[in-house]
């Protein structure tokens, strides 16, 4: 088999790059060891940029028809739902001013019925190495399916096979992994209608998270410690537990009852490559970079890397020379590198300030939630840079207003924290 492009991976970040590169007139093979997609809780907050790129591919309006909700505020509060800081979407630049909630099963099957006539995606074919050239270029990839083994030629190979990403080691990138003191469990739970809001509760456990879902579903996701569900049979008393540590979400108490059994542990990560492309292969998604899903970024900046990866190859003409494609991987990086970089640090320090459960980073992170929420100029900010709408990363300046350590003349006076119920026992 040979084609101008190979997709390893057809979760939304490979579909996305194979519908952008097919839309050139590229033929692109998409290869999936699974057989077929599996469900998986994530990439379900569509940010307003990510809605943007959806409508530019001519995909937004069957997504829509899927159910996603339109949310247009995210939210921080306390345990039992007061507010700590809101970002109202509405005020956002540009005619993209709301988050599509979706399921990720509807968004990667939108992509896949969306897919030029120049892509073929094929299940079942496990990628076991890449091909290269005497000059060590990437030219392609070894093959496992139903005929055996096979070798793919291609001008260019884009490695979207996820966070541990074979390619990517085949490759000899280099990748700083750490893991987050903490898991996540997630729950799918039915007949449970929540506000039209991302809500991220901040608790004595650290992240509680409910957003909407297609069907009168949400999504919960509670922080957890690593050994929290280990050999857990009571789960009757982890849910009531969970329910008295954060009343807000005491009236999905039944329904969360009834989802326990389909509950998914997953341990959480931040991720960066040391780059994003060498001659003849390029990395997206989480096989470049990882960020703490409570950020809402990841599926995101994946959909983004497609977009960009497109238009740095349209701009070398849309052609499979190799070394038109290999400009393009060059400019690729240098276009992206530093958008991901911001995306990592937005994210970590976002999620800091929610995680945390003691000591100085929790304290740090009230302090910089108070701050800005007093300060319409920094919610706009925190508001562009979220949504990516309106990239534009904090300065120094913004950091010691946010901390309190420089006035700021444009905010009100933050409220005292000592009385808020949430610290209460």
Known sequence: MNADVVVVGAGAGGLASARALGALGLRVLVLDRQRAPASIAKGEILQPET??????????????????RPVGRLAIRDRYGEPLLCLDYAGLPGAYREILCADYGDLRGVLADGLPATVDLRWGRRVTGLLRDDGGRVTGVRVTGERGDEEVRAALVVAAD???????RAAGVAVERREYPHGLVAFDVAGAEVADEVTAYRTGRGLCLVYP???GRCRLYVQVTPDEFRGRTDLGGWCDRLLADVPAVRPLGSAVRASLHRRQLLAVYRLRTARLSLPGLALVGEAAHAVHPMAAQGVNSSLGDAEALAATLAAEGGTPEPGAVDRALRAFEVARRPRL???ATVSHNASRMITSVSGLPRALG???????????????????????TDVRPLSLVDR??????????????PSTPAPSRSERP
């Open 51 to 68: 809605v943007r790129i959806l409508d530019t591919w001519g995909a937004l309006p069957a997504l829509r028809a899927t159910g996603a």
């Open 400 to 413: 010691l207003h946010q901390l309190g350590l420089l006035a700021d003349r444009h905010a009100r006076t």
């Open 162 to 168: 996820g966070m541990s990403s074979p390619l990517r």
């Open 213 to 215: 879902l297609p069907g």
């Open 341 to 343: 970089d911001h995306v």
């Open 366 to 388: 009230g302090r910089m939630m108070r701050r800005t929420a007093a300060n319409p100029r920094l919610l706009g900010l925190t508001a562009g840079n979220l949504s990516g």
